[in-house]
Nanobody, 119 residues
């Protein structure tokens, strides 16, 4: 089982930029696809983006395409989420998640970090 720790909570204004980092420990990082999810107040947790264990492919929620970028550094056991042109509707608790390659479900989760976008 890997342990995940997010960092980079922030309060920003609309159109500004924020970066989140997830540090992974306790396993072989390159065995895991990594993802970011988010949960806004009163809503269910939703998928935001994922990156293949090799770093070779990424997938994004439609509403963040062109604004968010996921990346990973397998040498540092870290995954990053660069968020540009933030909107108030991006306000949520953001969670880092890991799933073993070739497995469908994400089974490892961080505790989450708050991102607030407000004028």
């Amino acid at each position: 089982q890997v342990q995940l720790q997010e960092s980079g909570p922030g309060l920003v204004k609309p159109s500004q930029t924020l970066s989140l980092t997830c540090t992974v420990s306790g396993g072989t990082f390159s065995d895991y696809d990594m993802g970011w999810f988010r949960q806004a107040p009163g809503k269910e947790r939703e998928f935001v983006t994922t990156i293949h264990w090799s770093g070779g492919s990424t997938t994004y929620k439609d509403s963040v395409k062109g604004r968010f970028t996921i990346s990973r550094d397998n040498a540092k056991n870290m995954v990053y989420l660069q968020m540009n042109s933030l909107k108030p509707e991006d306000t949520a608790v953001y969670y880092c998640a890991a799933r073993l390659k070739f497995v469908f479900d994400y089974s490892n989760w961080g505790q989450g970090t708050q991102v607030t976008v407000s004028p």
